[in-house]
């Protein structure tokens, strides 16, 4: 055996190693979580149900205090959907009490002339005065100062500021909800539902998986161990008095312009002064499946969902490691963990897909015939053995999550889905280490949106 090929099966034989060692360490990680998710759910069966009614949207009680809910919607560059939206919201909300605030940037006349041509009085245009883009931190600073303004003007105070962006699909009774649950919590989540598109199964298709597991599993445990709720920046309510609190911390402005994930930022500061946060899956009535929450389309190319996950990767795993840091009780800090070891999973799936690459080779080079001596490793059989009934476990809870939300097809096509997840990571990874080097963005950078048309005809 020549020295390239001895050299060849040793790095195999250490990426493989290295890959299994990490990939059993997130494993367990894992598989706590889904431990922790079916006792909260057998326990929430056998004693609370048992003892009390379930809630449904449609029956909640009325408010203790029925208020006026600000909705924040930023927009940069959305003259093709703002306008569908915001008719669309304004046809689905039951509720009466509400003003949609809309955020757009004197360079932007499209956005602004779209905004303008929803004739309501309930929809309310905030122009930055400024070059857009800045970032959507700082629109939405726009949007809440420009709230501030309008209740000293009426000599009223909004109950609650409601998260959406341009794009979303409202659910008609999530402002009555919110009404209701936030007089309980400083900021209620609700789950995201990313729509189906079938032009773009697979790249679109696995922000259906992901949001699913996460919101149907992930921040119900997160809640179960007394973590902060982070924001996903739509379907969500953050109470008047709460933001405020946050405003008076920093200048007035309660999202931060510097960072590329204040939603999930201001999530965990709100936690962090000790205020309850919320994450709330709700079925709409009795008998029905489809939950209370926000939907929209995601990126449907590979290029736009590396840049959004990117933004993501970045804010959440580079950042938010030096702007948020590792405070809070142990639940806070496993769930900080949590979030922030995408990095080191694209990097263990990058080392197996390189070593799986390899190993084919000289698997392929053997069969022919070539002098290559495989050595036997019992320790990385082993490991190897593990992680495969591991990776076979976590595939069936991925496509029961999305198979709940989606469907049973959609909960198939989630087990190939993983692999164009995992590719998307990696390269999604690689551009927020770039842009993170270079001292991180300077503005707003967003994916091309688009409205489906089905809602804006019904």
């Known amino acids: 055996m020549s020295l390239f090929s ?21 494993s367990i990680d894992d598989l706590i979580v889904d431990l922790i998710y079916f006792a909260r759910k057998a326990w929430r069966s056998a004693v609370i149900y048992s003892r009390f009614p379930r809630m449904f949207a449609d029956r909640l009680p009325t408010p203790l205090r029925p208020g ?20 669309a919201s304004l046809q689905r909300f039951e509720h009466d009490d509400y003003t949609i605030f809309v955020g757009h940037y004197r360079n932007d006349p499209g956005t602004r002339a779209a905004i303008q041509s929803v004739a309501d009085p309930r929809v309310v245009a905030v122009e930055v005065n400024a ?8 629109c939405l600073n726009h949007l809440f100062a420009a709230l501030q303004v309008r209740e000293e003007a009426i000599g009223r105070s909004a109950k609650a500021v409601v998260l959406h962006d341009a794009e979303d699909v409202v659910h008609p009774l999530e402002l009555k909800l919110f009404d209701r649950l936030i ?3 400083a900021l209620v989540q609700l789950p995201v539902v ?7 199964r697979w790249v679109a298709g696995h922000y259906a998986d992901e949001f699913a597991e996460s919101h149907v599993k992930e921040l119900v445990v997160r809640e179960a161990v007394g973590a902060a709720i982070p924001l996903a ?17 920093h200048d007035g402005r309660p999202f931060d312009g510097a960072s590329m994930t204040e939603d999930y930022e201001l999530g965990l500061r709100l936690g962090g002064i000790g205020l309850k946060t919320m994450f709330v899956r709700m079925l709409e009535s009795p008998g029905s499946r489809a939950v209370v929450a926000s939907r929209g389309h995601f990126p449907a190319t590979v290029d736009a969902a590396v840049r959004q996950k990117a933004r993501w990767i970045g804010g959440i795993a580079f950042s938010g490691w030096d702007r948020l840091g590792w405070n ?8 900080r963990m949590r979030d922030r070891k995408g990095p080191l999973a694209a990097m263990l799936l990058l080392a197996s897909y390189v070593a799986a690459a390899l190993w084919a080779q000289i698997a392929f080079a053997a069969a022919l015939g070539a002098p290559v001596a495989v050595p036997s490793s019992p320790v990385l059989g082993t490991l190897m053995m593990i992680n495969a009934m591991i990776l076979a ?22 087990v190939p889905r993983a692999v164009v997840a995992n590719v998307i990571a990696i390269l999604a990874t690689h551009r927020a280490l770039m842009i993170h080097s270079a001292g991180g963005p300077r503005r707003w950078e967003k994916t091309h949106h688009i409205y489906p048309a089905k809602v804006v005809s019904s």
Do not use: N, Q
């Open 68 to 87: 006026w809910l600000a909705v924040l919607v930023p927009a940069w560059d959305e003259a093709s959907v703002i306008a569908p939206m915001l008719r």
């Open 6 to 26: 001895f050299l060849l099966i040793e790095i195999c034989a250490e990426l493989s190693l290295f890959a299994a060692v990490g990939f059993l360490i997130l």
């Open 393 to 414: 476990w976590r595939l069936v809870m991925r496509a029961s999550c999305t198979a709940l939300v989606h469907g049973w097809r959609e909960g198939l096509r989630s």
């Open 328 to 335: 809070g009780g142990l639940g806070e800090r496993w769930m």
């Open 194 to 200: 990313p729509l189906i598109d079938r032009s773009s």
């Open 233 to 249: 920046g739509v379907g969500c309510a953050i109470g008047r008095v709460a933001l405020e609190r946050l405003a008076l911390r």
């Open 131 to 138: 070059d857009g883009p800045t970032t959507k931190a700082d």
């Open 183 to 185: 007089e309980y919590a």
